[in-house]
């Protein structure tokens, strides 16, 4: 099934203990983003991803990091959460450029930074 | 800077009703731009996009949306709503020339009465 999937689905931490989000995909997209999701603000895209080893920043990249090293899989990493990062955060794909083709996310991660 | 507004976080039809849920943006070049809905405890789904050519744009679920570039509008309708309409759509837009960077409004609540 073709699909974008993110682990751990909800997370419980505390301030300063690093944590990865994984988000990967099976449908050999090119192009790979990750948004955080708050009340009242809507979707905020972070980081996104146009290809292997190519990545930019969004709205909001600080506190976080990426990689893509590989084109199937586009971790979230938070070096030093804080509780301003507590959020929901969906990954998400596409095949190409967002012009012309459709997006699809994952089932989101709900993170609670304490 | 490119924005998104949606006016109104929260709007109630009953069901058979028409739905309009409105989206301002601003953008100094042409922009591309999409609906998206998010059922409860889902990620998002691409209901429409706007990319050039035709003005009105038909989506899924039998909704639709028209590019008025005079207004820097794409509102969102549906002529009648159902009970499975209910959900938060959101409005976003990336500009033309940078298809990687994609800006969310803050979201619009639809509740669908019987």
């Known amino acids: 099934e073709a699909q974008v999937t993110q682990n751990p689905r909800y997370l419980i931490t505390v301030t300063g203990k690093k944590l990865t989000v994984t988000c990967s995909q099976n449908?050999?997209?090119?192009?790979m983003s990750w948004y955080r999701q708050d009340p009242g603000l809507g979707l905020r895209q972070i980081y996104y991803?146009?290809?292997?080893?190519?990545?930019d920043k969004g709205d909001v990249p600080e506190g976080y990091k990426v990689s893509r090293k590989e084109k199937r899989n586009f971790p979230l990493i938070l070096e030093s959460p804080s509780p301003n990062q507590t959020s929901l955060y969906f990954c998400?794909?596409?095949?190409?450029?967002?012009?012309?083709?459709?997006?699809?996310f994952g089932p989101g991660t709900r993170l609670t930074v304490l | 800077a490119q924005s998104v507004t949606q006016l109104g976080s929260h709007v109630s039809v009953s069901e058979g009703a028409l739905v309009l849920l409105r989206c301002n943006y601003s953008?100094?070049?042409?922009?591309?731009l999409f609906w998206y809905v998010q059922y409860p405890n889902q990620g998002l789904q691409l209901l429409l996009k706007?990319?050039?050519?035709?003005?009105l744009v038909k989506g899924i679920n039998g909704f639709e949306a028209e590019f008025k570039k005079s207004e820097t509008s794409f509102h969102l309708t549906k002529p009648s709503a159902h009970m499975s309409d209910a959900a938060e759509y959101f409005c976003?837009?990336?500009?033309?020339?940078?298809?990687?960077?994609?800006?969310f409004g803050q979201g619009t609540t639809l509740q669908v009465k019987p």
């Open positions: 449908m050999n997209h090119e192009y």
């Open positions: 953008s100094s070049v042409p922009p591309y």
């Open positions: 998400a794909s596409s095949p190409l450029a967002l012009s012309t083709d459709t997006q699809y």
């Open positions: 706007y990319t050039t050519g035709a003005t």
């Open positions: 991803s146009m290809n292997v080893e190519v990545t």
């Open positions: 976003a837009v990336i500009r033309s020339g940078n298809t990687g960077k994609l800006i």
